[in-house]
């Protein structure tokens, strides 16, 4: 077999671009989001008081002051001595950023969805009803706080952020300064 000028050329040709195709990859420390599926509801609970970090809307029923601490739940503060006001539970619910309360119901967000929540019983609240993607979430940029550093970059399509973990990240996209 005669291997001709042309056919030389084309190898040549052929494995710079191969070559070029190969990306390298740039392997960091940093942070990843922590998913869980919009259908988890095994989170929602009452429980123990927690300390406050990243406190959002506020609301006022009878003797009881609710606050979001976004992203994870609502803190329930008894406030029948306003001297004196004790925060008394935390209701967990991952990715809350809204909510209300009227009578003995919670309406709250999970990310896309608006869960309807009992909440006659304090200790022991329970989910009555889901309204399912009342929120957008392709607007949302979340990110790690009090964090300097590459991350992953959140994608509401794997689920509703639960919070972060340090790991490799391989060809991080996303970073905060």
Not at 156 to 171: D, M, P, S, T, V
């Amino acid at each position: 077999m005669q291997v001709s000028y042309t056919h030389v050329l084309i190898i040549i040709i052929g494995s710079l671009l191969f070559e070029g195709c190969e990306k390298d990859h740039i392997v960091k420390d940093g942070m990843k989001p922590i998913y869980i599926r919009y259908d988890d509801f095994s989170g929602l609970k009452s429980g123990p008081p927690l300390p406050y970090q990243n406190l959002g809307k506020i609301v006022s029923a009878g003797q009881f002051i609710f606050i979001n601490e976004i992203g994870k739940g609502i803190h329930v503060i008894n406030n029948s001595n306003p001297n004196e006001p004790n925060q008394i539970y935390f209701w967990s619910i991952v990715g809350n950023t809204e909510f209300t309360i009227f009578q003995n119901v919670l309406y709250a967000n999970n990310g896309k969805d608006l869960l309807i929540i009992d909440i006659t019983d304090f200790d022991n609240i329970s989910l009555s009803k889901i309204i399912k993607d009342q929120y957008p979430l392709d607007i949302l940029e979340l990110y790690p706080e009090n964090y300097t550093g590459y991350f992953e970059c959140y994608n509401y399509k794997l689920g509703i952020l639960k919070g972060w973990e340090k790991g490799e990240l391989i060809n991080p996209y996303c970073k905060t300064n």
